[in-house]
């Protein structure tokens, strides 16, 4: 999908720029856009690998496991079918827990050992089961403690309060976490039995 | 108050990792750098990405395409009180982590960080995820098929997300 919207945006920008009359300054663009990405991935090197550095630590002080017994009563809400001890939960809880960190390398291959447990227990293959569907929506949802990338990336454009969109992200994500959850709980009684 | 609790947050954050380290005895510094190598690698495995995507976006940008589709979407935005800046970061979220983030830096570029579409656009990029790429990733990891109503309601989440950052950004900074 990406390679259609990349050379399409390409492409017909080519085309614009006729119509507009302003090839040079298109043909001038390409550059300096290559150009800016090199800085602004310089911009974010620094608290990139400062923040991964961290992060690290905490993995290894067992800040991950530590937090996943907390939210571990959530996951009866949100599974009531699976027991909470099951492979399948402790796996979603850690994904869960490595995303709130923004341990994304972690998270993923996580999130795929849920993804295999919950499929060895689904009963229709090929077909998500409820449980995967809340799962992947809650994935889909980002609830992270610090939004690093956003606020380098703010400070590097000159921002004079790069901090100041942590907490109506977090405001936004819990919103958009909760209308996610009670979305697939609605539409999974909804049609759950006969799809 | 916000203000004030938004930096706290982060140096607060850092003390209380580096002390749970050492309360749980970890060697910290070393932990540190392996971590920052692998946060050195993660960076430079998105730059080519990075690279194709803002050259695209500026060239298309720069040859007044841009302006003509948030014109066009104008009507819907002015209606709901979104900057029209916003719209093409909104629909391009759900389906690419990389070519939005290309998008917020040309917005921070043009209107600035501190505008309220820099705002906005910040708190969209903190508090949404790429939705397609998520989906396909982990369904395609154990061949599901039908994926029944997961996009519809990752969907609706996001579109919460967009709607309530605006909302928030126009009450906070407008």
């Given at each position: 999908?990406?390679?259609?919207?990349?050379?399409?945006?390409?492409?017909?920008?080519?085309?614009?720029?006729?119509?507009?009359?302003?090839?040079?300054?298109?043909?001038?663009?390409?550059?300096?856009?290559?150009?800016?990405?090199?800085?602004?991935?310089?911009?974010?090197?620094?608290?990139?690998?400062?923040?991964?550095?961290?992060?690290e630590?905490?993995?290894?002080?067992?800040?991950?496991?530590?937090?996943?017994?907390?939210?571990?009563?959530?996951?009866?809400?949100?599974?009531?079918?699976?027991?909470?001890?099951?492979?399948?939960?402790?796996?979603?809880?850690?994904?869960?827990?490595?995303?709130?960190?923004?341990?994304?390398?972690?998270?993923?291959?996580?999130?795929?050992?849920?993804?295999?447990?919950?499929?060895?227990?689904?009963?229709?293959?090929?077909?998500?089961?409820?449980?995967?569907?809340?799962?992947?929506?809650?994935?889909?949802?980002?609830?992270?403690?610090?939004?690093?990338?956003?606020?380098?990336?703010?400070?590097?454009?000159?921002?004079?309060?790069?901090?100041?969109?942590?907490?109506?992200?977090?405001?936004?994500?819990?919103?958009?976490?909760?209308?996610?959850?009670?979305?697939?709980?609605?539409?999974?009684?909804?049609?759950?039995?006969?799809? | 108050?916000?203000?004030?609790?938004?930096?706290?947050?982060?140096?607060?954050?850092?003390?209380?990792?580096?002390?749970?380290?050492?309360?749980?005895?970890?060697?910290?510094?070393n932990a540190?750098l392996d971590g920052?190598k692998s946060?050195?690698?993660?960076?430079?495995?998105?730059?080519?990405?990075?690279?194709?995507?803002?050259?695209?976006?500026?060239?298309?940008?720069?040859?007044?395409?841009?302006?003509?589709?948030?014109?066009?979407?104008?009507?819907?935005?002015?209606?709901?009180?979104?900057?029209?800046?916003?719209?093409?970061?909104?629909?391009?979220?759900?389906?690419?982590?990389?070519?939005?983030?290309?998008?917020?830096?040309?917005?921070?570029?043009?209107?600035?960080?501190?505008?309220?579409?820099?705002?906005?656009?910040?708190?969209?990029?903190?508090?949404?995820?790429?939705?397609?790429?998520?989906?396909?990733?982990?369904?395609?990891?154990?061949?599901?098929?039908?994926?029944?109503?997961?996009?519809?309601?990752?969907?609706?989440?996001?579109?919460?997300?967009?709607?309530?950052?605006?909302?928030?950004?126009?009450?906070?900074?407008?």
């Amino acid at each position: 999908m990406m390679g259609y919207i990349w050379g399409g945006m390409i492409i017909t920008a080519f085309f614009f720029s006729f119509l507009t009359g302003n090839i040079e300054t298109v043909a001038q663009s390409a550059l300096t856009g290559a150009e800016n990405a090199v800085e602004m991935a310089m911009g974010l090197l620094g608290m990139m690998c400062f923040w991964s550095g961290l992060l690290e630590i905490a993995k290894r002080a067992g800040l991950t496991e530590k937090l996943a017994k907390c939210i571990r009563p959530l996951t009866k809400l949100l599974f009531p079918k699976l027991n909470p001890d099951s492979p399948a939960v402790t796996a979603m809880v850690m994904n869960m827990t490595a995303n709130f960190l923004g341990l994304s390398n972690a998270a993923t291959p996580l999130g795929l050992a849920a993804m295999t447990e919950l499929d060895k227990i689904n009963s229709k293959k090929h077909i998500a089961s409820d449980e995967m569907c809340m799962f992947v929506v809650i994935n889909t949802a980002s609830i992270t403690l610090i939004p690093t990338t956003v606020i380098t990336l703010r400070a590097a454009a000159g921002s004079a309060d790069p901090f100041g969109i942590i907490v109506p992200v977090w405001i936004c994500s819990i919103l958009a976490l909760t209308v996610g959850v009670i979305t697939a709980k609605i539409l999974s009684k909804g049609k759950g039995r006969r799809l | 108050m916000l203000k004030y609790c938004s930096v706290m947050i982060m140096p607060a954050v850092f003390v209380l990792i580096i002390s749970y380290g050492y309360a749980n005895r970890v060697d910290v510094f070393n932990a540190f750098l392996d971590g920052a190598k692998s946060g050195l690698k993660t960076l430079f495995g998105i730059l080519p990405a990075l690279v194709g995507l803002m050259a695209a976006i500026s060239m298309f940008r720069a040859s007044g395409a841009l302006q003509f589709l948030t014109g066009l979407l104008s009507p819907f935005t002015n209606h709901v009180g979104i900057p029209s800046e916003i719209m093409p970061l909104a629909l391009l979220r759900p389906v690419s982590g990389s070519g939005s983030l290309a998008l917020v830096n040309d917005l921070f570029k043009t209107a600035g960080p501190d505008s309220l579409a820099g705002r906005i656009a910040s708190v969209i990029m903190g508090s949404t995820e790429t939705t397609f790429y998520t989906l396909a990733v982990y369904y395609g990891s154990v061949n599901i098929r039908r994926t029944r109503h997961t996009l519809p309601a990752a969907l609706l989440a996001d579109l919460t997300g967009i709607l309530a950052g605006t909302l928030i950004c126009l009450l906070f900074y407008h």
